[in-house]
């Protein structure tokens, strides 16, 4: 479902396309762009990662996303940080193991100069 947003939500769902994107290519300059020095990267089974741990794991194919489906994501900005919420629904193929991951997922951005910044990023088991 799509909903009016404004300039800043629509520029701030353009930075989740390019994460996705930079996640699903596993390009390390597209994933150093995309995220804020002070990433912090949590992980649905407790781990959390700084953005060179993140950048690395998916970057090096340990952590290796063939797809990428976002649903039932909303949008909001206030000021020069924004929340994007959303269900992540994708097939893995970690270290050569195919998988699926089905997830929740908090995104907190950060507005740096004209960039959103990936600042922290919380994942959780979806309830059944």
Request: aromatic fraction near 6%; glycine fraction near 10%; charge should be neutral.
């Amino acid at each position: 479902m799509l909903y009016a947003q404004n300039k800043e939500e629509q520029s701030l769902t353009a930075a989740v396309e390019k994460l996705k994107n930079a996640m699903i290519s596993g390009e390390r300059k597209a994933l150093e762009e995309v995220a804020a020095d002070d990433l912090s990267y949590g992980h649905s089974g407790g781990k959390v990662e700084d953005k060179a741990t993140f950048v690395e794991t998916i970057a090096s194919g340990k952590s290796d996303f063939v797809t990428i489906e976002l649903k039932n994501q909303t949008v909001k900005v206030t000021g020069k940080t924004g929340v994007v919420r959303h269900e992540l629904h994708a097939t893995t193929n970690d270290g050569g193991k195919p998988g699926e991951v089905h997830i929740g997922i908090m995104l907190v951005w950060q507005k740096q100069g004209k960039d959103w910044k990936l600042l922290a990023r919380q994942a959780y088991k979806l309830p059944h």
